[in-house]
Each structure stands twice: as C-alpha cells, then as structure tokens.
C-alpha cells in the first residue's frame, strides 16, 4: 500500500514539475523584458576590470562607478572571478546588424532600403534593417541571422526586416521580421542573455521564441495566420491575448482575434509502396488518409535539412504527381491539414528520381502481336533526349535469357533476325544522351514469331460413291478449312467446312465440283490455299443400253 502510495507522489510531483516548466517558459516568452529582464548578467573573468569592461562593452565609460556601486563590488580594479555582474541592457553598446541568404531556389528578389530597384538574391547577399524580400512561385530562400538562427522563406512569400540588431560582443541578438504573405519555417537558436529576442510578426499576430522550430503562414486573402510548433514553445499573440503553443501543437489566428485554442497536429502520413528509384515522369506518390485531414501539403528539398525547398503543392486526395526534376537523390516532406489549416507533423522520406534520359515510346509491333514470315521490325519514337538508344529482347520477362543485347542503335527502328519462329519474346529500350548518361527502361513489350501454316496439298481419291482427300499434317493445334465451289474461281461456295484432321471423306457430287484446302493456325491466323482440284461426277451407265439399241437398229437394217 505505501508502495503505491509513493507511485502516486512521484506521479503528482512530476505533474507539478512539468506544469511549473511550461509556466516559467511561458513567463520567458511573454515577458522577456520584465525589470530582471533588463539587466544583462556577466560573470567575471580573471583580468576583468569595471574600467574596461565599459570601455568595451558599455555606452559611456563613465559608467564603471554606477555599475560599482549597482553590483557592491569592493575593487573595481580587482573583482573576483566568476562574479555576477548586473548590467542594465539600456547601457550596452548596441548596433544595427545584418542577416545572410545562405541558398536561394528560382526566383527571390531582394529590395533593399536605399533602392526599391528589385534585385536577384544570391548567396552571401546581405539583408540589412529596411529591407524586403520576395519569393516567386516554386521558389525559396534560407537565411542566417547573426545568433545563427534561421528561417526558410517558401514560394509566394513577402518578408520585411524590420528590426536587426546586436548588442556589441555580449552574443544577444535582437531579430524581429514580418511576414506580410506566404509562408516561413524557423529553427531559432537558444539565445544569450535577456535582450536577446526572435520574433515574427504578421498582420495578425506575434509569435516570440526562444530556442525552438516551429513554421508560420499568413494568408492575406484570409487575414488569417498559423502557428504549428515543432520544438519548444512559442508565445502567441493576437488581439492582446497571448497564448502558449507548446510542441506538437498549433493555432490559427485571424486578424483583430485572440489565438485559437492550440490544436494538437494531425500525425504524419503514412506513405504506401512506391518504386525507388523512380523511373517515369508523371509517377505518383499516394498515402494512407488521415482521419481529420481536408487536405495535404507536400515539399520537396535536395537536403534532409530542408534549406531549401524546389517544389510546394497542395492536394485535396491522398495522392499527388510528382514534378518532372532533374535525376537526383531528393527528400519528401508530407503533412496532412486540418480543418483551421493547420499544418501537422511532416513524414519525411528520401527517394531517387532516375527518369532521364527520357525512354522512348514502343511503337511496333503492337503489344502481344504475332509475326510471321518474316524477321519483326521493333520501332519506337524519337525520344528529344536521346542521341542513341539501348535495345534488349528476351525469352524472358526478367530479362535473364537475353538474345539481343545492342548499344547505340542510332535510329528508331532494328530489324530482329535473331528472333527464330515458335517463341514469344519481350523487348524494351532505353535512351542514351550525348554525354552519356543512360535513361530507364521503356515499357516492357511482348511478340511472338510463329512459321506460316503450310500450304496443303491434297492427294485426291475417289470411287463412283465417295471421294476422299488426304494431306500431310501440319504443325500442332492447327486445323483446315475446305470449301466445295460451284465455279473454279469459287463465286459461288456450295460448302465451307472445318477439319481437325488432315483428311475429309465425302459423297462424289452428280455435277462437276471443285474443291480446295488451307491450314488454319491455333491463333486462327489462315496460310494459302493449296490448288484447286476438279471433282467429276459418277459415270451415267444408262449410255451402254442407248447404245447397244443403237447398234441393234443399224444391224436391222
């Protein structure tokens, strides 16, 4: 009983503890200037003087003896090491600094305070107080603030800079943008001292950091901002209510209105089976649906880190076609949306795109066609990649057991010789480009190349009740057609008949007949017809009687 008595202490003081955590981190972010915020604290080093730690760090000199006598320090020319230092922020040397663009993806466009003549961002460029920064569609930029902090901007986005600053070589930072459309992703750095400060603002809201990941949008259309936190925490403000997000969490604010209720983020998507690497342009990636999602956002980046994003789209199902890029190793970023628009926690996966050069379009043979009497010509379309084109045949559909095996095949047709008849084979091809590189594979095709029936030849038997014709057997599965005509040249067809055996028996016809014979194949395909043969009627022994009276009435006579 005292055991689990002891469980439930530990369990309610960890409760306790962990709503203590989240009230001092709330208090850290809404009031970072608070009356102890305003004080920068330095510990001592050996050498330290009041004098020169002024000269150094402080507006004026001078202010050696109030920080004496704020801090009660004895010597000013001898103070102990690791003594704490009070030092009001409002006498800290200050000054305007700079943030950097680390990479750029398509269009961004810089407007600096002096000019409004727009400008190509390019890494290294400069971004000082003033300044302005857009982004076009498909494109994104990353930025480096001076305490290392930094954010992504995303496709259609516009950022003002209003307010960069640092506080001499004391490491805080003051980082304060707007975002006044669009979409940002920050990873701010813990920061140094009480002045330090990252702080977004959007027409409708301030989110304040301090150490944490977390992305913000503003839909200027809706007038509407979103928060989702990552890592850490982030202070919402709205319409003079602030609200604590803590990770995993986001909110929505709308202009002139307190922050939403945080919201827990929807999970991250499960992706189903997808070839890597990934072979055709136009492939789709699909996902499990998530309960509570009205849509998804999908990104695409070169790296893990997601510096820097090359593609952004939004589907409404749980599915969405990837774009036609460069053959490379690219990184996957899902998030399924709630109803606020709320974004939810990202599925990232990497995978390989190798779709170029572009493989050309098989043409002919049709797929699964039969060809005989004659080698198949395999044809395909003139791929705008290629300078030359890889072409492989195989008895077999994983190309194990292959026949023809041939590079740099320059047009887009090859006459397969190799190919004997009675077998089914499969062809595909590839393209080369100029420099070498080799492209996926085509569709798989399939042919098949079987002899020509055999044109029959019928031995011809008869007797005054029937007559009979017979021939040699042709291949396996097939069978006959005779057709019995009235005329030679078979205008009239008085029977067509089906045989399965290499042999018909038949009444001998009164009148004159002709008859003829071909070979049909399993797959129904006819070959020739053989010659033409005469059937003659029975003789009319009523001519002997005619002729013998004929006889007897001469000899009478």
């Known amino acids: 009983m005292i055991f689990y008595k002891g469980i439930h202490n530990m369990d309610v003081m960890r409760n306790r503890l962990l709503k203590l955590s989240t009230i001092f981190l709330y208090i850290s972010l809404i009031f970072p200037y608070s ?50 230092l009070r030092i009001p922020i409002k006498w800290i040397k200050s000054q305007p600094t700079s943030a950097e663009v680390i990479k750029t993806e398509g269009k961004v466009t810089l407007y600096t305070k002096d000019s409004n003549a727009p400008q190509k961002s390019t890494p290294g460029q400069q971004i000082n107080l003033g300044d302005h920064l857009e982004t076009g569609a498909q494109s994104s930029v990353l930025i480096r603030f001076a305490d290392g902090s930094e954010i992504v901007v995303l496709q259609n986005s516009k950022v003002n ?56 949008s503003y839909q200027a259309e809706k007038h509407s901002s979103h928060i989702e936190v990552l890592e ?8 003079n209510r602030t609200r604590l997000v803590r990770s995993g969490y986001g909110t929505q604010v709308a202009q002139n209105k307190a922050p939403l209720k945080p919201q ?37 980046s070169r790296s893990a880190e997601f510096g820097s994003v090359i593609w952004d789209s939004d589907s409404s199902r ?105 077998n089914t084979y499969f062809w595909r091809i590839k393209s080369i480009a100029r420099e070498g590189e080799i492209g996926p594979y085509s569709a798989i095709r399939s042919l098949s190349v079987k002899p020509i029936p055999a044109t029959p030849e019928p031995e011809l038997k008869q007797d005054e009740q029937e007559i009979k014709l017979s ?47 071909r070979s049909v194949a399993e797959d129904g395909f006819t070959g020739a017809w053989g010659a033409t043969q005469e059937l003659t009627p029975p003789p009319n022994e009523n001519w002997i009687y005619i002729f013998g009276s004929y006889v007897a009435v001469i000899l009478l006579l």
């Open 35 to 84: 009356a102890s915020a305003q004080e920068w604290i330095y510990t001592v080093v050996d050498g330290d003087t009041l004098s020169e730690f002024s000269e150094k760090h402080l507006y004026k000199t001078s202010y050696w003896k109030q920080l004496q006598k704020i801090n009660n320090v004895a010597d000013p020319k001898r103070i102990p090491t690791n003594t704490k």
């Open 161 to 216: 800079f209003n307010h960069l600053k640092k506080y001499g070589e004391t490491g805080m930072v003051d980082s304060r943008i707007r975002l006044m459309s669009g979409d940002v992703e920050t990873k701010a750095k813990t920061q140094k001292g009480s002045a330090s400060r990252f702080e977004i603002h959007t027409p409708a809201a301030i989110s304040a950091v301090r150490g944490t990941h977390f992305r913000t």
């Open 232 to 239: 850490g925490g982030v202070a919402v403000k709205g319409a």
């Open 264 to 300: 827990k983020l929807l999970p991250a998507p499960t992706l189903l089976a997808y070839p890597n690497p990934i072979e055709k342009i136009g492939s789709q990636i699909r996902w499990e649906t998530i309960k509570g999602a009205k849509s998804y956002r999908v990104i695409i």
């Open 318 to 422: 749980s599915a969405i076609t990837l774009p036609d890029l460069s053959d490379n190793t690219y990184y996957f970023q899902l998030r399924a949306v709630d109803q606020h628009g709320i974004e939810g926690i990202a599925q990232l996966t990497p995978f390989t795109l190798n779709a170029h050069p572009q493989p050309p379009f098989p043409m002919a043979p049709n797929n699964n066609e039969t060809i005989r009497g004659s080698a198949p010509v395999l044809e395909w379309t003139n791929s705008s990649e290629a300078n030359s084109y890889h072409l492989e045949v195989a008895t077999d559909k994983g190309f194990k057991q292959k026949i023809i095996d041939r590079s740099n095949i320059t047009g887009t047709q090859f006459t397969a010789s190799e190919l004997v008849a009675t």
């Open 471 to 517: 021939w040699l057997q042709g291949l396996p599965g097939e069978s006959y057609q005779i057709q019995i005509g009235q005329d030679r040249s078979f205008k009239t067809i008085l029977n067509d008949i089906n045989a399965s055996k290499p042999e018909i028996t038949m009444p001998r016809p009164e009148g004159y007949r002709y008859i003829r014979v």
